[in-house]
């Protein structure tokens, strides 16, 4: 699942609690000798100077990442894939003054009237750049970081019974985390607020993407305890009680909690959904969060008023939603010459 | 209007065609006097070494920028108001051999199994910052790049009557800019699609935030030439042939023009819009736009869809949307006591 995935990758990207010690605070020169240098068990065998790139994975220009495929070629002569993610670090508040003040150089590029703009070259302790390696790199670890096309499908409620429905049943997703958070197996200190009916009560908590340490990027999810619905797909009007209390009473806890009121929150459920257990998404509306775009987000107020105006909405409307190339379903929907 | 307002910005961000010329190519090193030795008509009056940090108006850690508000001080002391903004440069492809594999400084920070982090510190000339200045700024400027609160509206058919149209009726936005597309008195030469029928026909034009450049960030905007459509609010089943005209001639043409399939286009229309003329927002379905979020963007098919089950269904809908604490028609709204 895509919840339990993003745990995985987060592990990943974290490098977990890791088999290895910090190395010394001092930065260290690299050279060819640089690593094979320093290289013990506690060091990767990863070779910066004997990387090669091959294909630019991925990158973003309003983001400062880039995700490149490589090859490293060893001391015999053989080659292996590595993966390499670049991400430019934050500006931090703090160190502004230094950066402005302080040995950096700069080159004005352009000055009109009361606008000037400059290249600005930092000291190199103050404009640091994230590196992640993955090597040696599986063809799974290439294809996870490749970006790639996206396809819009025009769901109608047939195409859900034909195709999309009897896909997800051929699925073996597990979703143990969330039945072991439900029945308080795991997380229950992390609960900030549920109602226990079992048909029209959920389970209010933060999402693993939350640190909780800023209002700013503010995500907590509500899970429903009634089993079986697995999405928007599967909501009729008699679901409208259990819509309303995760909409009210999440709003309520969340301005207890988080001292943020419900016209500053963004309440949506996912259609995909990344796994098949009614969930609610609760972000700061200030918050550009991820899977908030239009073709994928259905606020929950307006699934409301839909269910309110016609109890079999979505049964019978067709729903629109982007997949990857790779997602099996596309498969479907272009076998059947829906897409 | 927004996209007018865009136009205007785009000029202060890039500082216009600018008075001054470039500065040599190589760096110029920073002091207190750094700046004054060259001080010409050709550079501008500020100081970095005389900038101090009053207010972060702005930042984001996930697009690497940061707007500060400052004061520079005189050498009279006098103090004046200074916007600094401060991006870090993309990672280009081009570079990154040199980044990994030359001078480059670097610290391993964890190792685990096949992953590892680095922090890398580059040469200063291959990772520098830009820097964009507005000094002396006004209250004006400083606001526009203040970050702001946004607050939920729940706009019922009723509040639309009540509140935001007479709201609408008393402004003055002049979309003059509009008709001068629709009557071919500007940017002709730019229209890539027209359907000149005056009920049901439209332009397409590129929208001025796309170079046009790679296909990556398409977007493109449909104009209608029938006058007197604000909004979503003003559709009914009426508009229905020029909805679907919309929708099907401009895929067909974006096609034909740029080689991208329709299943690969976001197609959706803005409430509340950024001008009051309805147009219809085309961009490439890969392309994190702004704008698109679920509180915003309404997927012309959706729209299409609503409108054949109820004739009245924006009329009568309760629309969500979000508005800036600074916005006039939120007030209007807490007034109303709506928000």
């Known amino acids: 699942m895509a919840d339990s995935g993003k745990r995985k990758r987060?592990?990943?990207?974290e490098g977990g609690d890791g088999d290895c010690v910090e190395q010394g605070q001092k930065p260290q020169p690299l050279d060819n000798g640089g690593l094979l240098g320093v290289r013990t068990e506690l060091t990767p065998a990863f070779s910066?100077?004997?990387?090669?790139?091959?294909?630019?994975?991925?990158?973003?220009?309003?983001e400062k990442i880039i995700f490149?495929?490589?090859?490293?070629?060893?001391?015999?002569?053989?080659?292996?894939?590595?993966?390499?993610?670049?991400?430019?670090?934050?500006?931090?508040?703090?160190?502004?003054?230094?950066?402005?003040?302080?040995?950096?150089?700069?080159?004005?590029?352009i000055c009109n009237d009361i606008y000037s703009t400059y290249t600005l070259y930092p000291p190199l302790e103050l404009n640091d750049v994230k590196t992640t390696i993955v090597y040696p790199a599986t063809e799974k670890h290439i294809q996870k970081y490749r970006s790639q096309d996206?396809?819009?499908?025009?769901?109608?409620?047939?195409?859900?019974?034909?195709?999309?429905?009897?896909?997800?049943?051929?699925?073996?997703f597990s979703i143990q985390w969330v039945y072991n958070i439900l029945e308080k197996k795991a997380e229950a200190d992390r609960i900030i607020y549920e109602n226990s009916d079992p048909t029209n009560g959920f389970i209010l908590i933060p999402d693993f993407k939350w640190d909780q340490k800023q209002r700013d990027d503010l995500y907590l999810?509500?899970?429903?305890?009634?089993?079986?619905?697995?999405?928007?797909?599967?909501?009729?009007?008699?679901?409208?009680?259990?819509?309303?209390?995760?909409?009210?009473?999440?709003?309520?806890?969340?301005?207890?909690?988080y001292s943020l009121p419900g016209?500053?929150?963004?309440?949506?459920?996912?259609?995909?959904?990344?796994?098949?257990h009614l969930h609610v998404h609760f972000t700061a509306l200030g918050f550009d969060a991820a899977g908030i775009a239009v073709e994928r987000a259905h606020l929950?107020?307006?699934?409301?008023?839909?269910?309110?105006?016609?109890?079999?909405?979505y049964q019978k409307r067709t729903l629109t939603y982007a997949l990857r190339a790779n997602e099996p379903l596309l498969k479907k929907f272009l076998d059947a010459g829906k897409c």
């Open 221 to 257: 999810i509500a899970i429903c305890h009634r089993r079986g619905l697995k999405s928007l797909r599967d909501l009729t009007a008699e679901q409208l009680p259990l819509l309303r209390n995760i909409l009210q009473e999440g709003q309520e806890a969340i301005l207890k909690r």
């Open 300 to 313: 929950l107020s307006d699934v409301i008023a839909n269910l309110e105006l016609d109890p079999l909405y």
């Open 10 to 13: 987060t592990e990943e990207a």
């Open 68 to 109: 490149l495929h490589g090859k490293v070629s060893g001391d015999s002569g053989d080659e292996k894939d590595a993966v390499v993610i670049l991400e430019k670090t934050p500006l931090q508040v703090d160190r502004i003054s230094d950066l402005l003040n302080k040995k950096s150089e700069l080159k004005l590029q």
């Open 150 to 172: 996206v396809y819009l499908v025009q769901e109608t409620g047939d195409d859900y019974k034909n195709i999309t429905l009897p896909f997800l049943q051929t699925q073996s």
């Open 263 to 276: 016209n500053q929150l963004r309440v949506y459920v996912h259609y995909q959904p990344s796994y098949y």
């Open 48 to 62: 910066f100077s004997a990387f090669r790139v091959e294909k630019v994975l991925r990158e973003s220009a309003r």
